[in-house]
């Protein structure tokens, strides 16, 4: 199949890859780069590890090389269509080659090769396919934008008595671009904060941001329901029946019904007047409420998700 290791070399190596891209179809340098971030995404790591760059890529195809990063030729090879086994063997075929034709560090590139699967350490942060983690000080700058957003959106809800919560949103931001038990974090701090301002009613519905967190941000990263969009969709529905089961128990046990001050009262108020029992006439308000509030805090958050992701990607490999 390959050249005897005394006869190959780094450029035939490329030679070849750039004729297997070609028989692929000629995909683009950056889609290569898009299968190698799900792959690895796939395979269990963070997404901010996963993200290889465009220009990391294309130097795999370039000739006068004098290093190749035997993981990424094995990971190009499987983007490009080969099976398991056939990117095994470009990976041994860079590892024999270089082997025989040893180099002193010095001449080694200065192109660094993107970390290796094997390498990467699963502590890093990530708001999407990066591949620069978050620095502490701009995680703790998110975690306080988020509390701040989930403030003013229960402010927003409360002034005009909307059929809404509005105070997640911040916090399926933060669960989406930092992680589930960020995201609890932002939760259960945005509700202490409601409660130190004029609702100390507050308090136990921390339970509902928390579990909402959680949803959300292990949906992204184990479930992978991020992409395509009929997954979060499905996501957001999920987060909106999680939260709503954690929140009948307390309008009920501790309120007597909902909360005072909330529109749902109302609603609730009618139903029972119906001859609807008290939970379920709570749970058909809630469940409704929280559906359409959760498909809104997650789209607002998804978007504001995208644009941290390209402003980080601009600054990053600009």
Same mark, same amino acid.
């Given at each position: 199949m390959?050249?005897?290791?005394e006869?190959?070399?780094?450029?035939?190596?490329?030679?070849?890859?750039?004729?297997l891209?070609?028989? =692929?179809?000629?995909?683009?340098?950056?889609?290569?780069?898009?299968?190698? *971030?799900?792959?690895?995404?796939?395979?269990?790591?963070?997404? =901010? *590890?996963?993200?290889?760059?465009?220009?990391?890529?294309?130097?795999?195809?370039?000739?006068?090389?004098?290093?190749?990063?035997?993981?990424?030729?094995?990971?190009?090879?499987?983007?490009?269509?080969?099976?398991?086994?056939?990117?095994? =063997? !470009?990976?041994?075929r860079?590892i024999?080659?270089?082997?025989?034709?040893?180099?002193?560090?010095? $001449?080694?590139?200065?192109?660094?090769?993107?970390?290796? +699967?094997?390498?990467?350490?699963?502590? #890093?942060?990530?708001?999407?396919?990066?591949s *620069?983690?978050?620095?502490?000080l701009?995680?703790?700058?998110?975690?306080?934008?988020? /509390?701040?957003?989930?403030?003013?959106?229960n402010?927003?809800n409360?002034? #005009?008595?909307?059929?809404? #919560?509005l105070?997640?949103?911040g916090?399926? +931001?933060a669960?989406?671009a930092?992680?589930?038990?960020?995201g609890?974090?932002?939760?259960?701090?945005?509700?202490?904060?409601? =409660?130190?301002?004029?609702?100390?009613?507050s308090?136990? #519905?921390?339970?509902?941001? /928390?579990?909402?967190?959680?949803?959300?941000g292990?949906g992204?990263?184990? !479930?992978?329901m991020?992409?395509? !969009?009929?997954?979060?969709f499905?996501?957001?529905?999920?987060?909106?029946?999680?939260?709503?089961?954690?929140?009948?128990?307390?309008?009920?046990?501790?309120?007597?019904?909902?909360?005072h001050g909330?529109a749902?009262?109302?609603?609730v $108020?009618?139903l029972?007047?119906?001859g609807e029992?008290? !939970?379920?006439?709570?749970?058909s308000?809630?469940? $409704?409420?929280?559906?359409?509030?959760?498909?809104?805090?997650?789209?607002? $958050?998804?978007? /504001?998700? /995208?644009?941290?992701?390209?402003?980080?990607?601009a600054?990053?490999?600009?």
């Open positions: 390959f050249p005897d290791a006869t190959d070399s780094l450029d035939k190596i490329a030679i070849d890859l750039q004729h891209r070609d028989e =692929a179809g000629t995909v683009s340098y950056g889609e290569i780069a898009v299968r190698i *971030a799900k792959h690895r995404e796939a395979a269990g790591m963070h997404p =901010a *590890a996963a993200r290889v760059a465009r220009s990391s890529v294309h130097a795999m195809f370039g000739t006068g090389r004098r290093r190749l990063n035997p993981d990424l030729v094995q990971e190009i090879v499987r983007a490009l269509g080969e099976n398991e086994r056939s990117a095994a =063997a !470009w990976r041994e860079c024999e080659v270089q082997r025989e034709f040893k180099r002193p560090e010095s $001449a080694v590139s200065s192109l660094p090769p993107p970390v290796s +699967t094997s390498t990467v350490p699963q502590s #890093f942060l990530q708001i999407s396919p990066t *620069a983690p978050i620095s502490p701009v995680t703790a700058l998110i975690m306080l934008a988020c /509390i701040g957003l989930n403030y003013f959106g402010t927003v409360a002034k #005009f008595s909307l059929p809404l #919560f105070d997640m949103i916090t399926a +931001t669960a989406i930092l992680g589930p038990w960020y609890a974090l932002v939760g259960l701090s945005s509700n202490l904060l409601f =409660a130190i301002g004029a609702n100390p009613v308090i136990p #519905f921390a339970l509902v941001n /928390i579990a909402g967190a959680l949803v959300w292990y992204v990263r184990a !479930w992978r991020r992409r395509p !969009w009929w997954r979060f499905l996501l957001n529905i999920l987060v909106a029946i999680c939260c709503t089961l954690v929140a009948v128990p307390i309008n009920v046990l501790l309120f007597g019904g909902v909360a909330h749902a009262v109302d609603l $108020a009618v029972i007047a119906s029992g008290l !939970w379920r006439a709570v749970f308000v809630n469940i $409704a409420m929280s559906i359409a509030d959760k498909l809104l805090a997650g789209y607002i $958050a998804l978007g /504001i998700v /995208i644009l941290l992701d390209r402003w980080r990607t600054h990053t490999f600009s």
